[in-house]
């Protein structure tokens, strides 16, 4: 690794952050208490070579560490999301948006939120700050024409709300 590597924040909110805090402890506690004891009931039927609930023990407990692992490196980078509505009017992380497609007015206008990508869920209207949507929201203001480049083309979004 470079030294110079920066490692990217990753954007949360405070409810998703309590969220995998919670999903680590119980993991480190629970979950760990209940692999070791599924461990030592495989170690009990003895051969270890040819247990395939011992292998099915092992492989859970790898799954179970990578998680907490997944989790804990995760967190060392959170960054919570911290908005304010007055960002200058301007999007940033954590805007909640409302936007017109210009060139189809027959859809919809539709609101997003911008989030980090940990939480990204497009079918809910959270968009990652690192998507091409959602790079091409942060920074613009209320009446700005926006300019989003998709697979299927360039299409201009008007920002009419941010919250």
């Keep these: 690794m470079e030294e110079n590597y920066v490692s990217p924040k990753n954007y949360v909110t405070s409810e998703r952050y309590k969220a995998l805090e ?3 402890h ?3 506690t629970k979950r760990r208490k209940e692999v070791a004891a599924l461990l030592q009931e495989a170690k009990e039927l003895g051969d270890l070579s040819e247990n395939a609930a011992y292998q099915d023990a092992k492989e859970l407990q790898e799954a179970l560490e990578s998680r907490i692992l997944e989790i804990e490196l995760f967190l060392k980078d959170a960054s ?5 509505p ?15 497609n210009i060139e189809d007015r027959s859809k919809a206008k539709r609101s997003f ?6 939480e990204a869920n497009p079918l809910e209207g959270k968009i990652s700050n690192e998507s091409p949507l959602g790079r091409a929201f942060l920074g613009g203001k209320k009446g700005e024409i926006i300019l989003v480049k998709t697979p299927q083309g360039e299409v201009k979004y008007k ?3 941010i919250a």
């Design 22 to 24: 919670e999903e680590l």
């Design 113 to 118: 939120t911008i989030v980090g990508s940990e």
């Design 26 to 28: 119980e993991l480190k």
């Design 159 to 161: 920002i009419l709300k």
């Design 80 to 84: 919570i999301i911290r908005h304010s």
């Design 86 to 100: 007055k960002n200058n009017g301007k999007v940033t992380i954590g805007s909640k948006i409302e936007v017109e």
